[in-house]
Each structure stands twice: as C-alpha cells, then as structure tokens.
C-alpha cells in the first residue's frame, strides 16, 4: 500500500476583534449598554403595565369609564394652554394639572401616557438625603407657617434650578443630535449613490430614512449606533460625554421602577385585596361623576379660573 501523505489540519479560524480605535471601541460598548439599559426598563414598564391591566380589568366597566373621564380632561387644559387669556401662574398650574392627569393614568390604571409626560412633566427632583439617626436634633426653628413659606421658596428655588440644569442638558443633547445627523447625513446621502447600481441606491436611501427617523424622534443613541459602524466616523468626545448621560438618566429610572408599591392595590392578602376592590368601584363612580362634569367647568375661562383657585387653596395637586 503506498505511503499516503499525512493529514494537513488547518488552525481554527478565531473570531476577529472589532476594528477600531481604542475610543471607538470604549464608544460601542457605551452604545451596547445604553440599548441593554433601554430594553430592560421597557420590559420592566411593560411588565408592570399588564400588571396594573390585569387587575383593573377586574375592576370592570368603572375603571374604563374613569380611564374615558380623565382622558376628556386633556383636549380643555390644552387648549387653555394656547388660549392666550391666562397668567403665568395659571399656565404653570394647567402645566401641572395635565401632568398629574397623566401620571394618574399612567400609574392607577396602566395607560402609556409618554406622549404627555414628555411633553409637559419637569424632571423628577434630586433626592434628599435621609438624617441620621445619630445627629441632634435641631432646635425648635420658626412658626409653621412660615416654615411652610420657606419650604415652598425652598422646593420652587430647587426646581429652578433643576429645570435650567435640565434644559441645559436637553440643550446639549439636541446639539449633539444635529451633528450626529449631519455627519450621517454626509456619509449616507442618497446623491452619493446616484451612479450605483439600482440595489445599491435602495440600500442607500433605506439607510438615509432609518436617519431621518432616529433624528425626528431625538433618538441619539441611534444616530451614534450608525456612526459607529462607519469605519471613517470618530465620536467626537461632546456625544460620548452625552451617551454617558443617557447611561446614568436609564440607571436612575431603571432603579426606581425596581422599588415595589407597597400601597399597590393587587397587593396585599385575598381578604384585602376583596376589601380594596370593593372600595375601588364606589370610588371610581364618584370620581367618574365629578370628572364628568369637571371637563365641562374647564371649557369656559371663568369657570376654569374658578377651578384652579379651589385647586390651589385645598393645596391638592390634581383633580
């Protein structure tokens, strides 16, 4: 038998490192972490929200009927908004209204009012820290309605300062949009591909519309995830500092939906939860009844000033 030659083995193939600079490298794993963040607080939400479906369908007929009510509120307080006869204390009080409409919705019944909340909500305020137990406690300070004075200076001073902290920041993520658009924009074009074959200049002008639509949405993290799959496109360090941004703000509002609401009303034993629920449906039906009428009070401008000083001297913050 002759002699065969002996088996050539070829080495294993090894995956190949994505290309790139360090900084581009460092960028990508931002970008991946921010969609992860992304996904896992939309799950979440999405978790939660067929929660809180799942039992207010137990609820029936009364909670759709107080879902309708509340939703009536929005289309007078908007148009309140643009009417030009209210003041600026009024226009922030009918800011404040819709947001605690939505968040009603959003929180009791389930409903997805981002729409709204984008639109109107401030930023949620710091947290403070708790005292510790082991400090002294201070004197007695000034009568109570004057410390109830200087809380209120205190709290507005605080959103202040957060809404300008919050308007710089949502400035800076804008500016970061439009130049992630334009460089995308330079790249990407349509009339860059005007002398391509037919398939070339469909792909081209598919990737140009998925640009367009990341850049109308404000969609950042979108626009950065096609540039860092251009080979020629550094970040500049202005939109990974913004991307880093975007990091912290989805870790903030991932850890609050993690804490658990102890006051939810699916909580609780069986006997409890009967006893919430039987309360729940005489509630609604009033709450229901007032809406009703409530949205027909907000059409008129007398009528709705009227509202908002009782709004306002009860110190509720909603209706």
């Known amino acids: ?28 794993h931002a970008l991946h972490q921010v969609n992860t963040l992304r996904e896992e607080l939309q799950r979440l939400r999405a978790s939660q929200a067929t929660t809180r479906q799942a039992y207010w369908q137990q609820v029936g007929p009364v909670a759709a009927a107080a879902v309708t009510a509340r939703r009536a509120l929005y289309a007078p307080l908007e148009t309140a908004l643009t009417s030009g006869y209210l003041n600026r204390a009024e226009l922030q009080q009918v800011t404040e209204l819709l947001v605690h409409n939505a968040r009603s919705l959003q929180e009791r019944f389930g409903e997805d009012e981002a729409e709204i909340l984008a639109r109107y909500a401030p930023p949620p305020p710091p947290l403070e820290a708790k005292p510790d137990a082991a400090t002294p406690q201070a004197s007695p300070g000034p009568p109570p309605h004057e410390q109830a004075a200087a809380a209120r200076a205190h709290r507005q001073r605080a959103r202040t300062t957060q809404t300008q902290a919050t308007e710089h920041e949502n400035q800076a993520l804008l500016e970061n949009t439009k130049a992630a658009y334009r460089q995308l924009a330079r790249l990407h074009h349509p009339d860059r591909a005007a002398r391509a074959d037919a398939d070339t200049q469909q792909a081209q002008t598919a990737l140009m519309q998925r640009i367009t639509a990341a850049y109308a949405a404000g969609d950042l993290a979108a626009l950065l995830s096609l540039l860092a799959t251009t080979d020629t496109a550094t970040p500049p360090s202005a939109e990974a500092e913004a991307l880093a941004q975007q990091q912290a703000r989805l870790s903030q509002q991932l850890a609050a939906a993690r804490r658990p609401d102890e006051h939810a009303p699916w909580s609780g034993t069986e006997k409890q939860q009967r006893t919430r629920l039987r309360d729940i449906k005489r509630s609604l039906r009033a709450e229901t009844d007032y809406l009703i009428q409530l949205a027909r009070h907000l059409q008129e401008p007398a009528s709705l000033r009227q509202v908002l000083r009782e709004v306002a001297a009860n110190g509720h913050e909603g209706m």
């Open 1 to 28: 038998m002759p002699n065969l030659p002996q088996r050539q083995r070829l080495p294993a193939r090894v995956a190949a490192a994505p290309a790139g600079s360090p900084a581009q490298l460092a960028f990508r």
